[in-house]
Nanobody, 126 residues
Framework: RVDLVESGGGSAESGGSLKLTCVAS????????MAWFRQVSGKEREGVAI???????LYGDFVEGRFTIARDDATDTTYLQMNNLKPEDAATYYC????????????????????WGKGVLVTVSS
């Protein structure tokens, strides 16, 4: 059993920053792609960022250089640094792990990911 636990969600002002953290337990995930997704009620879950074991990263088009994903395999932790937040970034953010997925396949098809956290809420005030 793999558990992914997110933290770091909360409120920020437009232009502000937040850092999300995802800690995995139950298995070492160094061979997994790690990703962040987000979802707004009534909309489909969309990929925010993914980092595969080789270190290759891919971001959703809407990120536009504002977010950075990083992984620390020694501690099974994945981070998402979000800068220059916009009101449209408000959503529930989920951490996910996927085995044998390419960056594009993992980021664009949430169903390709194997494990999910419960999510953290991010709100951004204008």
């Amino acid at each position: 059993r793999v558990d992914l636990v997110e933290s770091g969600g909360g409120s920020a002002e437009s232009g502000g920053s937040l850092k999300l953290t995802c800690v995995a337990s139950g298995y070492h995930l160094k061979s997994y792609a790690m990703a962040w997704f987000r979802q707004v009620s009534g909309k489909e879950r969309e990929g925010v960022a993914i980092v595969v074991p080789s270190g290759t990263v891919l971001y959703g088009d809407f990120v536009e250089g504002r977010f950075t994903i990083a992984r620390d395999d020694a501690t099974d932790t994945t981070y998402l640094q979000m800068n220059n937040l916009k009101p449209e970034d408000a959503a529930t953010y989920y951490c996910a792990a996927g085995r044998n997925v390419s960056p594009y396949a993992g980021l664009t098809v949430p169903g390709n990911m194997d494990y999910w956290g419960k999510g953290v809420l991010v709100t951004v005030s204008s």
